[in-house]
């Protein structure tokens, strides 16, 4: 007889993992699976990075670091949000860790006690409201519309925010939405958040690097803001890292120390020799990441002039990351061979069945109106993918 914890029973699984792991049960069988699932570049992890990991190898860099990562390191961190963010950290307030999602963790179970209530806009990606069950805080979950391009307003975070309210936690460039929040609006969110005492904000930067819109902006730019705001980073999307797992965190002085503790005891460093490969990463101009976010945005304007073949797909126009995120909802009702589509989950598995294509259920970001479209793999994959939706999609009445 098995007996789990009450909390890994109320945690549930990554749907982004789950539908990869569906789609390589099916490849296993010989099918002929489009993942569009995964948010993974399929770039290479530039030269000058791989040099410098395989150089820490031979000259025997494998030992145990600092738990926040190496002096160095966490210098040329620092540098970075100097150079490019314009915010101003020194080492000690730089954590290190195995992978963004680390670092949202840590954060979360660092400040977060049972009951406190985080509040978080919908989308959302997978991890946020598991990490916050986790700590036992409250999600509090403020839904957005596609045709607002998924932005919160000061409004809404006003009128969600109770004398509980201790955490707002967001990504920017968002994942799933592709959403870019500018300065103007992040710093009316900020005199919100502001006005309610111990309350932090937890700013999801992963996808700094690939942005359409001009230029990317950090919402602890603010001064009346940055003693209360946690920068996430990492060099997973903008470098082509994603398997090296190297996270940044850039926090005051006490949030820094208390992820470090908390760090401390689950994982202590990650890999010495990512930690030279980020180093790397971290010196080289921003201008490098350039031809990966054009490849990008090239792969999104190719998709929406696609889908905007396939009729009843509702779509705004992403300025970031590398997603769609369609309303489905015209297909609700529908069905084909006895398999009905009451949701996007329904759908998903449709298209997976039908299409042999793999994309993600919009439940898992909180809204399953919704499916997340994946464009971060070649063009003529693409282009074949929505052939295959629309001819699956057609099926449907």
């Known amino acids: 007889m098995t007996h789990l914890s009450d909390r890994i029973n109320s945690l549930s699984e990554s749907q982004t993992i789950a539908m990869a792991r569906r789609s390589r049960e099916l490849i296993a069988q010989g099918i002929d699976i489009i993942s569009l699932s995964l948010g993974e570049p399929d770039f290479k992890t530039p030269d000058s990075i791989k040099a410098a990991a395989k ?129 103007s609006e992040l710093k009316a969110i900020a005199e919100v958040i502001v006005k309610q005492p111990e309350c932090y904000i937890l700013s999801d930067e992963i996808y700094e690097h690939i942005n359409f819109a001009g230029g990317h902006e950090s919402i602890a730019q603010f001064d009346f803001i940055y003693d209360r705001t946690i920068t996430v980073n990492g060099v997973s999307k903008g470098f082509a890292m994603t398997g090296w797992r190297g996270g940044i965190l850039a926090a005051p002085l006490w949030i820094a120390k208390a992820c470090d503790k908390m760090q401390g005891q689950f994982t202590s460093a990650t890999s010495s020799i990512t930690q030279k490969a980020m180093h790397a990463a971290m010196l080289l101009d921003p201008s490098t990441t350039h031809e990966m976010r054009d490849a990008f945005k090239r792969r999104r304007d190719l998709m929406l002039k696609g889908m905007k073949d396939i009729p009843g797909m509702k779509l705004n126009t992403p300025e970031g990351a590398y997603y769609l995120f369609p309303d489905v909802s015209s297909y609700f009702g529908k069905s084909f061979g006895g398999q009905k589509i009451n949701n996007g989950t329904d759908l998903s598995l449709f298209l997976l069945d039908q299409a042999h294509v793999a994309i993600v259920p919009g439940a898992a970001f909180g809204d399953d109106n919704y499916i997340r479209i994946s464009f971060a793999t070649s063009d003529d994959k693409l282009v074949e993918a929505v052939k295959r939706m629309k001819e699956a999609l057609a099926k449907l009445s």
């Not at 738990?67 to 100097?82: H, I």
């Not at 949202?104 to 991890?127: Q, Y």
């Not at 000061?154 to 925010?161: C, D």
């Open 55 to 183: 150089k820490a190898i031979d000259e025997n860099f494998t030992y145990y670091t600092h738990v926040s990562g190496y002096q160095e390191l966490r210098e040329a961190c620092a540098m970075k949000f100097k150079r490019d963010n314009g915010l101003t950290y020194t080492a000690d307030q730089i954590v290190v860790s195995t992978g963004a999602k680390q670092c949202l963790a840590n954060t979360v179970l660092s400040l977060i006690n049972p009951g406190d209530e985080v509040l978080v806009p919908m989308p959302f990606w997978v991890s946020y409201i598991e990490i916050i069950k986790l700590a036992e805080g409250v999600p509090v979950i403020i839904p957005t519309t596609l045709e607002n391009n998924f932005k919160v307003t000061p409004e809404q975070i006003a009128k969600a925010m109770t004398p509980k309210t201790r955490m707002f936690m967001f990504s920017s460039p968002c994942n799933p939405s592709g959403t870019v929040y500018s300065k």
